[in-house]
């Protein structure tokens, strides 16, 4: 018939006969695995060891760039004489964001978090959130404007060349989790005395890549607009001549990136005995996003070239090369990638428990 003893018989006592041959309980210690929970925890505690710190971001981080270019330049000429306007412009508009907001730090490396309590963290990456919006709106304005006139028999003649670079493009980047460190060991203290617990039901987590989450809107709005003018006018028995050349570049690529978990580390141990709680040593982070990824690109060239001859002769050329990079990365909800050359065990006191009966 089996025996109902209460398990405080197998506790070591203070004042009490450790001997063996005199305690009957004490017979059966080989039956009472060591992993049962014969204690219970006195309170939630943490250990951590070069873990990265969290990133928390909450509210709306708004960029407004506006730029205005508009040179003008104009030559007129009374009888008899002649109009010449020449222009030259080299225009580079920089307004690229770039908005971080909730990112968690990486975890370190070579890190021991070794103790009791609910969780025990080594190397490992800090979480990143964000709660919010991230708006960027660019507006470039590029308007040159060039006139010769010749009020006579002369000669109006009018040359333009443009340069222009927009660069629009915005880097908005939200919840990003920390990378996790290599090297690391995150373990559960040895028991102080037999008997007692070697179960863990808390968290060990060994170069575990943080998790990134992003609640809100990613907004980036970028309008260009290039109308160069070009115009000769000559009057009667003149000649009009309008030359214009134009290279533009139009590069208001985005990338947007939200709710990304960090990569887990490499040759990272997390062991313990008996334990219920989470046992990872190199995961990837959880990557969530949620909300809207919003890209708005408006590039506009209207180049206006214009000869007017009043009874001479006219003639107008105009030569245009236009490059637009609209392009858009989103990237939104991904998991990090997994360590490599990591260990987790979590059955050793279990298989010593079998063995040690086994041989008895």
Known sequence: MTEIRPLSEDLPRAGADQNPAFNVAAGHLALVPTWLPL???????????????????????????????MPSNAAIAGPHSAAEAVQGNDAFINQHPTEMAGIGGNGGSGNVAIGGGDANHAGSG??????????????????????????????????QSNNALFLQG???IGGIGGSGGDHNVASHGPSLSPGTT????GDNYAGHGGDGYFVGSMVDVSIAIFSPI????????????????????????????????????????????IFTGNHVGGGGGVGSATGNMVDLNFGY????????????????????????????LQLAGIAGHGGEGNLTDAHSALVDDILSFMHS
């Open 301 to 328: 060239f209207h180049p206006i070239n214009i000869a007017v001859p009043a009874g001479g002769t006219a003639d107008a050329q105009q030569i245009d090369h236009v490059l637009y990079d609209q392009h858009a």
């Open 126 to 159: 800090g979480t990143g959130l964000f709660y919010g919006g991230l708006v960027s709106t660019e507006v470039a304005l590029f308007a040159p404007v060039n006139t010769a006139v010749a009020a006579g028999p002369g000669a109006a003649h009018s040359d």
């Open 198 to 201: 070697l179960t863990f039901t």
């Open 230 to 273: 070009n115009i000769a006018i000559g009057a009667a028995g003149g000649s009009a001549e309008a030359h214009q050349t134009n290279n533009v570049i139009f590069d208001q690529g985005t990338v947007q990136i939200a709710g990304v978990g960090g990569n887990g580390g490499g040759f990272n141990l997390s062991s313990d005995t």
């Open 170 to 172: 915005a880097t908005q």
């Open 39 to 69: 204690d219970v925890a006195s309170g939630p505690s943490s250990n951590s060891a070069g873990s990265g710190g969290d990133g928390i971001s909450e509210g709306v981080i708004s960029s407004n760039a506006l730029a205005v270019f």
